[in-house]
């Protein structure tokens, strides 16, 4: 069920962050690109420069009960700025607005219904690198179980 939460996930992130390009130490002359989405961790075998910008899609927790189960998943996003803390904060803020406006106007993923509330937080500003700003959404996600039928006859 997680990895199923986790494959909608990713399509929707795709999906939403197609049209929002993003400065890439990669680029030539300031262009701008897509964010690459990873599972659980960006590969110890991609270069930090070759990495962003990202989102990572990082199961956090699960819970099962009689009427259906309870996940928990962040999204850290991860964005490049050359031009400084003040241009990487309006990036940071330009796309965690985004996805949150993009994640309550969908709620629904498949079988999968987002649990309000929406939170999104900034790690310590002092551990973030000079060029390099991360943020996080963490979202839960309720599905319930199909009713059997046998036990309510």
Do not use: N
Not at 103 to 120: G, I, T
């Amino acid at each position: 069920m997680i990895l199923e939460l986790l494959s909608e996930l990713e399509v929707f992130l795709q999906q939403a962050l197609a049209t929002v390009p993003l400065p890439s130490p990669e680029s030539v002359a300031g262009e701008l690109a897509p964010a690459r989405i990873f599972l659980g961790a960006i590969p110890r075998t991609t270069e930090d420069r070759k990495a962003f910008p990202c989102a990572v899609l990082r199961w956090q927790k699960g819970e099962d009960a009689e009427d259906g189960s309870t996940e928990t998943v962040d999204i850290l996003l991860g964005v490049f700025c050359p031009e400084g803390l003040e241009s990487a904060e309006t990036w940071i803020a330009v796309l965690v607005g985004r996805l949150r406006r993009l994640l309550l106007e969908q709620r629904r993923l498949s079988k999968w219904e987002m649990v309000l509330p929406l939170a999104s937080a900034k790690p310590d500003p002092e551990r973030q690198q000079e060029r390099y700003h991360l943020a996080t959404i963490s979202t839960q996600w309720r599905r319930t179980l199909p009713s059997d039928p046998v036990m309510e006859a």
